[in-house]
């Protein structure tokens, strides 16, 4: 497959598709620089872009190529998720709007809400009408930003796109290379479908003539494909349908954790010298770039990631308000609220909330209450963080142990994905692990791997057995309480298990 790949993990992505035998078109002029390889531009069959919050990447094209490079880049590593674009670009929709406020509609498309500027419309519209739009630009599904939309129909294949009209243009019209390619269209000896006219990319004037011709057939079998569905549709649907009259690429986004940018610095550093963290710092702020690239440039550097010094430099700093970014397997997005940090040791980030009252807390039962204080440890790189809520005379109403992907610390969000099992500890000191159906729903679903989930129960389950330890080491909780909650555990989860079969914490109760 012939496949584009741009932003911050082009280098890495471009040495994996190599090797996996695709061909690299249209690449940038450093990917051109650091590989030994004639790259061409030719029709592009998958398109592979860096988010713009720079957490993952889109993949763009026909169904067969976006599975096959999906499930590819996916194997990079177990914290690395996927999720199709019910909007994916090109993708025709009879649309309702829902709010004509400020300079663009909010339009309902029935899986997904988009965005129409006004001036991407001719038409005149209101709240709850009905408008046929197609989605120009698309946006990932974790985030709050929402798919760009337009009236006019456009058919892209890479290096050319058919759009209404009747002239043939070229980016850069005013060159001479321009010039020459809007003069070399005639010769492809192809009809363009009526109405419609052609509008080559920048690159296309790199092109030979055979390539050109191949981009321009796939744009006329598309606009075909359009003009076919839209002749088959309702005039006047009611109600709407959640799925597409018609979706020339499929789209798939995929969020790459903390592991999985590491084994991407890997692949890079196969190819140029790459500093531990590359992907990482960079994912941290666009201002990152620079100093990464500054000091590879310097330097071969070798070991760890150096958060401390990425953090000094960038954030996140002690006293700094930094959200708590909640990711979902199922590819949600959630904010847990924004706090202080009132620490920061080596990788380790101490973050305070304070809480608003009302309903009580997640599984512990205790009642939320104004005043009270959630204090958060986080620590770069590890598969789960503790918080603790006490009062506002410091009294500690229990503790919440979330087990998720590896904790990254950005100078203005934590973020993670939630893999659903926890682990907590009441105020008496008793523990007990939580939500294994639901991560158990999640795997049946397909939205975490069975290896990312093997993982979390691990976690859970060390997790589990250490606060056992620590209660009773400390002595806290009298034996009976702790053998009888242990025992209550035990056979609601599995009426074959024996005590000491258990880790550590369980075998000195058992002994005990």
């Not at 973050?351 to 104004?370: H, K």
Request: hydrophobic residues 35%; charged residues 30%.
């Amino acid at each position: 497959m012939n496949v584009r790949v741009r932003g911050i993990y082009a280098t890495a992505l471009t040495q994996r598709f190599l090797s996996a035998g695709h061909a690299i078109v249209d690449a940038s002029p450093p990917i051109q620089r650091r590989f030994d390889v004639d790259f061409e531009t030719a029709p592009v069959d998958i398109s592979v872009s860096t988010t713009d919050d720079r957490q993952g990447v889109g993949i763009s094209g026909t169904d067969d190529a976006v599975t096959a490079v999906a499930g590819r880049l996916q194997e990079i590593g177990r914290d690395t998720l996927g999720w199709d674009d019910p909007t994916p670009p090109g993708a025709v929709f009879d649309g309702r709007v829902t709010n004509t406020g400020g300079r663009r509609a909010v339009v309902d498309l029935g899986s997904r809400e988009g965005y129409l500027p006004y001036d991407r419309t001719d038409e005149y519209i209101d709240d709850g009408d009905t408008v046929r739009v197609q989605v120009k630009e698309t946006a990932p599904v974790w985030g709050d930003t929402r798919p760009e939309l337009g009236t006019d129909l456009h058919a892209p294949a890479g290096i050319v796109t058919l759009e209404p009209g009747k002239e043939t243009t070229v980016a850069g019209g005013n060159s001479a290379a321009a010039r020459e390619l809007a003069g070399m269209t005639d010769l492809l000896d192809l009809d363009t479908p009526a109405g419609w006219g052609i509008h080559w990319s920048r690159s296309a004037t790199d092109a030979d003539l055979d390539t050109l011709r191949a981009a321009l057939t796939r744009a006329i079998d598309r606009v075909d494909s359009i003009e076919s569905a839209l002749d088959d549709a309702p005039t006047d649907p009611e109600p709407l349908a959640s799925d597409p009259i018609v979706a020339p690429t499929r789209c798939r986004w995929l969020w790459f954790g903390r592991e999985s940018r590491f084994a991407l610095d890997g692949i890079r550093d196969e190819v140029t010298t790459t500093m531990p963290g590359h992907h990482r710092t960079k994912a941290a702020a666009p201002a990152a770039s620079a100093g990464v690239d500054l000091a590879e440039a310097l330097c071969d550097p070798s070991g760890e990631f150096p958060f401390e010094v990425v953090a000094d430099q960038f954030g996140p700093h002690e006293g700094d308000r930094v959200r708590l970014e909640h990711g979902k397997p199922d590819g949600r997005l959630i904010t847990l609220g924004t706090g202080r940090i009132c620490s920061r040791e080596g990788s380790e980030l101490t973050l305070e909330r304070e809480m608003t009252a009302g309903g009580s807390y997640d599984a512990l039962g205790t009642p939320r209450e104004s005043g009270d204080i959630a204090s958060t440890r986080l620590s770069e790189g590890r598969w789960w963080y503790p918080t603790t809520y006490r009062s506002a005379d410091g009294e500690t109403k229990g503790t919440y142990v979330n087990i998720c992907t590896p904790v990254e610390c950005f100078p203005a969000a934590v973020r993670y994905v939630d893999l659903h099992v926890d682990v907590i500890k009441y105020p008496d000191g008793t523990v007990e692990r939580v939500d294994d159906d639901e991560l158990d729903a999640s795997v049946a679903a397909g939205d975490i791997p069975e290896p990312l989930a093997e993982k979390a129960r691990n976690v859970a389950r060390a997790i589990e057995s250490a606060l056992w330890a620590t209660e009773m080491s400390a002595g806290r909780l009298s034996w009976v309480v702790q053998i009888s909650r242990c025992d209550s555990l035990y056979s609601s989860r599995d009426s074959d298990c024996r005590l000491t079969d258990r880790q550590d914490g369980y075998s000195r109760l058992r002994s005990v």
